[in-house]
């Protein structure tokens, strides 16, 4: 029997312990997929400890796992020497987002980041 492809709509957050985007889920939650940079992909696999399964291409980690810092929902841009905040339609991850929070999983598993120094 040939494998179905799944569809984007089926996508489901990875992380043990999440049940976002899953059908019986009925709040709707942001999925992001997993960077294609194998370092950053590989420090989001350390984080997200998970035995039955590897990140890859079509897995999605939902907003709920990342600091409110780590999310864009506005994007900022310059008009007439005015800056001006637009609403996303989706949000985005800042490019250095790392998955730290993990809401009904064991608390040894959840770690906060340091927060980053001002120059």
């Known amino acids: 029997m040939a494998e179905q492809r799944r569809d ?3 996508r489901t957050c990875f ?3 999440c049940n976002s985007g899953c059908r019986s889920c009925k709040e709707a939650r942001s999925l992001f997929r997993v960077p294609a940079d194998v370092v950053k992909r590989e420090a ?3 984080l997200i400890k998970r035995a039955n399964g590897e990140l890859n ?3 999605a980690v939902c907003d709920l796992h990342f600091e409110a810092h780590f999310i864009e929902w506005t994007f900022k841009t310059t008009i007439n020497g005015e800056i001006v905040e637009i609403e996303r339609d989706r949000p985005q991850l800042a490019k250095d987002a790392l ?4 809401p ?7 770690k906060r980041l340091p927060k ?4």
């Open 8 to 10: 984007k709509r089926d």
């Open 15 to 17: 992380v043990p312990y």
């Open 44 to 46: 989001w696999s350390r």
């Open 57 to 59: 291409d079509a897995s």
């Open 99 to 102: 998955p730290t929070i993990f």
């Open 104 to 110: 009904g999983a064991p608390s040894y598993i959840s």
């Open 116 to 119: 980053k120094r001002k120059e």
